[in-house]
């Protein structure tokens, strides 16, 4: 079976930094794509960054130029870099992979989530 963990969240002051990760365990197929959304409270979770499996991103609007999504594929892992956060930042974090079986069934598995807290 499919399992995400995450690590790397905490708390920093506004201008810090964080590094993310996700660990992925188990056998996925045919991997689609990986990424990051985030969910402050009371909001919809909104995504974040994405990347495929050719190694291209997307970043949204809100963190471009702060914000990196990466990944070791030896070690099956997934990394969020945040610079320069801001309060904006604060929510929980949670990453995901999208995969289809041998059969083709579409899959998404998702993290736990982790807490990212930026104050003033």
């Known amino acids: 079976q499919v399992q995400l963990v995450e690590s790397g969240g905490g708390s920093v002051q506004a201008g810090g930094s964080l590094r993310l990760s996700c660990k992925v365990t188990g056998t996925i197929s045919n991997l689609k794509e990986m990424g990051w959304y985030r969910e402050a409270p009371g909001k919809q979770r909104d995504l974040v960054a994405t990347?495929?499996?050719?190694?291209?991103?997307n970043i949204a609007d809100s963190v471009k130029d702060r914000f990196t999504i990466s990944q070791d594929s030896a070690r099956k892992t997934i990394f969020l870099q945040m610079n320069n956060l801001t309060p904006d930042d604060t929510a929980v974090y949670y990453c995901?992979?999208?995969?289809?079986?041998?059969?083709?069934?579409?899959?998404?598995?998702w993290g736990q989530g982790t807490q990212v807290t930026v104050s003033s």
């Open positions: 995901y992979v999208k995969w289809r079986t041998y059969f083709g069934v579409a899959k998404t598995n």
């Open positions: 990347m495929d499996t050719a190694g291209t991103t």
